[in-house]
């Protein structure tokens, strides 16, 4: 039975090798999974709590407007869980091929800076569609700043203000209930749209506009990759689902790219 199972598996792995290998745009869209072995909750399932409080509860301006001071105490739970986390093998293997094809790209869900980190100063970086743990922005005006400060949640009076009009400061991430940045939003529909080849890891494919961007590249005629422990909603349009752990199973989609493919026969 095992042997099957990863028979299955070592199939799935080869035919997404090679649509990844034939296409020329590829967009890489990552969600929560890709960092759960780094250490980094999720947000669904056992992971999701913090406290007694849900994610999806403080993760909204609502949440913000009642009290800053919880959501900034999170937030500042969550960096200094993240600052603790390091790119792990999926993250390495995904920055590699970046640097070695131009045509492919990440795009995160992820707001832990994992990508970035990976990918150092070569090459395009990952659009980050929902922000950073490590930027903060002001309620008032347009500023906004890197930030990897401890945040000071001691009272309403320590929290972090604008540098440079003194407002409230916010987390510079998308809440649920907000829009992305546009022109994050236009980069990845523009990517989508044209890519071959959208490989999918990690992402429970229920937030939106993130889980629609894989429909894009097969409405166009590309193809959707998926890897996830679990299926998803996206699993019934994808050629290829690979079931496992985001670690073991990237680097081995992208591991012999730089070796010229066999001849055809
Ligand atoms: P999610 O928590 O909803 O889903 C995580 C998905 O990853 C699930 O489908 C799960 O089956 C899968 N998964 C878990 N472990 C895996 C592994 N080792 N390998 C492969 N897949 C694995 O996360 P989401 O879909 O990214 O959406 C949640 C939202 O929450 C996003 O908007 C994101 O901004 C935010 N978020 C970000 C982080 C982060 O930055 N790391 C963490 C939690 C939530
Ligand atoms: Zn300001």
Request: zero cysteines.
């Given at each position: 039975m095992e042997r099957d199972a990863s028979r299955v598996a070592d199939d799935a792995i080869a035919t997404a090798r090679d649509l990844l290998r034939e296409a020329s745009q590829v967009v890489v869209l990552t969600g929560a999974g890709i960092s759960a072995e780094s250490g980094v909750p999720t947000f669904r399932g056992a992971d999701g709590l913090w406290?007694?409080?849900?994610?999806?509860?403080?993760?909204?301006?609502?949440a913000f407007a009642r009290d800053p001071r919880l959501v900034w105490e999170w937030y500042g739970w969550r960096r200094e869980v993240v600052a603790a986390c390091a790119p792990n093998a999926a993250h390495h293997a995904l920055a590699?091929?970046?640097?070695?094809?131009?045509?492919?790209?990440?795009?995160?869900?992820?707001?832990d800076g994992l990508h970035a980190m990976a990918a150092g100063h070569d090459g395009a970086p990952p659009l980050e569609l929902h922000g950073s743990l490590f930027r903060t922005q002001c309620t008032r005006c347009a500023a906004s700043w890197d930030d990897r400060q401890?945040?000071?949640?001691?009272?309403g009076a320590t929290l972090p203000r604008c540098t440079e009009c003194g407002a409230l400061a916010r987390p510079g991430?998308?809440?649920?209930?907000?829009?992305?940045?546009?022109?994050?939003?236009?980069?990845a529909v523009r990517l989508a749209s044209a890519a071959d080849a959208c490989l999918v890891v990690g992402t429970s494919a229920v937030v939106y506009p993130a889980a629609g961007l894989a429909d894009l590249t097969r409405r166009a005629g590309g193809c959707v990759i998926e890897v996830n422990v679990t299926p998803t909603p996206l699993t019934s349009i994808a050629a290829v689902a690979i079931r496992g752990a985001a670690v073991s199973v990237i680097p081995s989609l992208f591991?012999?790219?730089?070796?010229?493919?066999p001849p055809t026969r």
């Open positions: 406290k007694t409080h849900r994610a999806e509860d403080l993760a909204t301006p609502e590699a091929a970046a640097r070695e094809r131009p045509g492919l790209r990440i795009i995160t869900q992820n707001v401890p945040v000071d949640a001691t009272s991430v998308v809440w649920f209930g907000e829009s992305l940045d546009p022109r994050v939003l236009d980069d591991a012999m790219d730089s070796t010229p493919a």
